[in-house]
């Protein structure tokens, strides 16, 4: 199992930390749509992924496992930047994979990416309650790890 993580290169980054959550409109396959500014008063944990993202692919397994053990104290976002909001891709992706914490968010012109990791895939920006950036990891990282534990305490306050 040591060996499945061993390409897992992102590291925790602090250096934008205080920056606000964009105030993007993200969507469901369904058209529902989410303003990831007006979610203040809950720490957000905002994954940018894309299916063709094998990196990103290794992480959602464990992002679904972060959603269900932090429950209503941490809420997990994942948002696909596959190009032009490949809707019915990204529900079949979920619907394969059979994720029971995660929602399919699409950002399909892509300005979470350019705003967040200048096009670099995965990203993952944990934002405390008040909408401020604590860290962010650009890269593959092992969510399932105490690392990742301890560094989400930072903005969870557990």
């Avoid at 992102?10 to 409109?25: F, H, K, Q, T």
């Avoid at 053990?69 to 394969?96: C, I, N």
Wanted: negative net charge.
């Amino acid at each position: 199992m040591a060996g499945d993580k061993a390409g897992f290169a992102g590291e925790i980054d602090r250096s934008r930390a205080g920056e606000l959550m964009p105030a993007v409109l993200v969507s469901a396959p369904d058209g529902t749509q989410l303003n990831l500014g007006a979610l203040q008063g809950q720490p957000v944990l905002l994954n940018l992924w894309a299916t063709w993202c094998i990196p990103c692919v290794r992480e959602m397994p464990m992002l679904d496992e972060l959603a269900d053990e932090y429950g209503d104290s941490l809420r997990v976002v994942t948002v696909s930047q596959d190009k032009h909001g490949k809707a019915d891709k990204v529900e079949a992706f979920f619907e394969r994979l059979g994720f029971a914490n995660l929602e399919p968010w699409l950002d399909p012109d892509n300005k979470l990416d350019y705003a967040i990791s200048d096009g670099a895939l995965p990203a993952t920006v944990l934002y405390d309650a008040s909408g401020q950036e604590v860290w962010r990891v650009v890269g593959e990282y092992d969510w399932s790890s105490a690392a990742a534990r301890e560094a989400i305490a930072e903005g969870v306050g557990t």
